[in-house]
């Protein structure tokens, strides 16, 4: 059972990334995935969330009409596009997958981690 996070890089203010996070030895759909960031020197934060099958998704102001979540279910793969990138947006991105038929910001809920994958927002 794993979660791989991947799709970090360095971009330039204003740009685009799309993260994905892809699921082995379990269906991700069955799933509620959410999406935490870290920056340097902070906790983790809660910042998007696809419930089980995709009855929902919710974001963080933070991050509110710049990133988009999505299911690619064939895949078994969700997606994280983050659109307007901020400076403030650079942090390692991690994945996480919880049992839960509903979207929640506590990290205690989530049974499985991906790894993480860094974004960097410079110029």
């Known amino acids: 059972v794993q979660l791989q996070a991947s799709g970090g890089g360095l971009v330039q203010p204003g740009g685009s990334l799309r993260l994905s996070c892809a699921a082995s030895g379990f269906t991700l759909e069955d799933y509620s995935v959410a999406w935490f960031r870290q920056a340097p020197g902070m906790k983790r934060e809660w910042i998007s969330c696809i419930s089980n099958g995709a009855v929902g998704s919710y974001h963080a102001n933070s991050v509110k009409g710049r990133f988009t979540i999505s299911r690619e279910s064939a895949k078994n793969t969700v997606h994280l596009r983050m659109d307007s990138l901020r400076p403030d947006d650079t942090a390692v991105y991690y994945c996480?997958?919880?049992?839960?038929?509903?979207?929640?910001?506590?990290?205690?809920?989530?049974?499985?981690w991906g790894q993480g994958t860094q974004v960097t927002v410079s110029s």
């Open positions: 996480a997958a919880s049992r839960l038929e509903y979207c929640v910001v506590e990290e205690h809920t989530y049974d499985y």
